[in-house]
């Protein structure tokens, strides 16, 4: 009958032990290429730009439904929400009846940049219609394999209301 060996760890005659250093040289050397490949980015960075880079996408797409510029306020939606709508008239065509205060509003007002859920970042925008009525929209934002951002959806509520 066979006995099993059991392997300590702190035996240094051990493969656990000759393995650690390997293992901890891979996952370093592994963090080390992330990193400096650009692999590795933070969420949401405000040294790097991202507050900024957010505003102006939402600014931009902004502009082009002002021009009624469907492709190139399609071009700002994320891959999943232009799948989603198929074509740029059936995208903007959707915004004109849904979203008519950010369609054509008559005051914007940029709000809080805050990061929930899973660290999405999600920007709080405050319109006011050609009604008069007030709007919080909360711009879900989706950063891109090329460190782009795009808006993932938006979520329109009475300006009463918050998400917070």
Excluded: C, H
């Amino acid at each position: 009958m066979s006995r099993a060996r059991v392997v300590s760890p702190t035996r240094p005659d051990s493969p656990a032990s000759a393995l650690s250093p390997v293992l901890a040289m891979v996952i370093t050397l592994g963090i080390a290429l992330g990193i400096t490949m650009g692999l590795a980015k933070p969420a949401l960075s405000q040294e790097s730009g991202d507050a900024a880079a957010i505003r102006g996408v939402i600014e931009q797409q902004l502009g082009a439904f002002r021009a009624d510029d469907s492709g190139l306020a399609y071009s700002f939606a994320s891959p999943m929400i232009q799948r989603k709508f198929g074509s740029a008239e059936n995208f903007m065509r959707m915004v004109q009846t849904g979203y008519p205060a950010v369609y054509r509003p008559r005051e914007v007002e940029f709000r809080e940049l805050a990061l929930r859920g899973n660290g999405v970042p999600v920007q709080e925008v405050l319109f006011v219609g050609q009604d008069g009525t007030a709007r919080l929209a909360y711009y879900v934002m989706q950063r891109q394999p090329d460190g782009s951002w795009k808006i993932n959806g938006v979520y329109l509520v009475d300006a009463a209301q918050s998400m917070t």
